[in-house]
């Protein structure tokens, strides 16, 4: 069982930053691909960024892709989303999950664990 706590998120004008970070409990938490998802209000849950085990792979959806940044720090177990240029479309709460699968798969499934969600705010 691995349990997911995010934090970081808040309300920011559109062209500022935010570092999101998710502590895992459990000491397997190095053997999980990790990944951000995001639901704005009234839309389904997309995959926004993801890294494997060893940081080597990630995945960034193409509306994110050169803004955000997804690194993972296996000896604090904790993974960071830098947010960088945010635009009003990226409001959303933002999960952390966690999975056996590859950060590209981790998209389209093998979420085993999520957390419950900071709530990210951008104003125009």
């Given amino acids: 069982q691995v349990q ?4 970081g998120g808040g ?12 502590a895992a409990s459990g000491r397997t938490f190095s053997s ?7 639901q704005a209000p009234g839309k389904e849950r997309d995959a926004v960024a993801a890294i494997n ?8 959806s193409g509306a994110v ?3 955000f940044t997804i690194s993972r720090d296996n000896a ?5 989303l830098q947010m960088n240029s945010l635009k009003p479309e990226d409001t959303a709460v933002y999960y952390c999950a966690a999975g056996i699968t590859t950060a590209q798969a981790m998209a389209s499934g093998g ?5 419950k969600g900071t709530l990210v705010t951008v104003a125009s």
């Fill in 53 to 60: 085990w060893s940081g080597v792979s990630t995945y960034y």
């Fill in 11 to 22: 309300l920011v004008q559109a062209g500022g930053s935010l570092r999101l970070s998710c």
């Fill in 111 to 115: 979420v085993r664990f999520w957390g």
């Fill in 4 to 7: 997911l706590v995010e934090s």
């Fill in 65 to 67: 892709k050169g803004r």
């Fill in 32 to 38: 999980y691909t990790m990944g951000w998802f995001r």
């Fill in 76 to 80: 604090r177990n904790t993974v960071y």
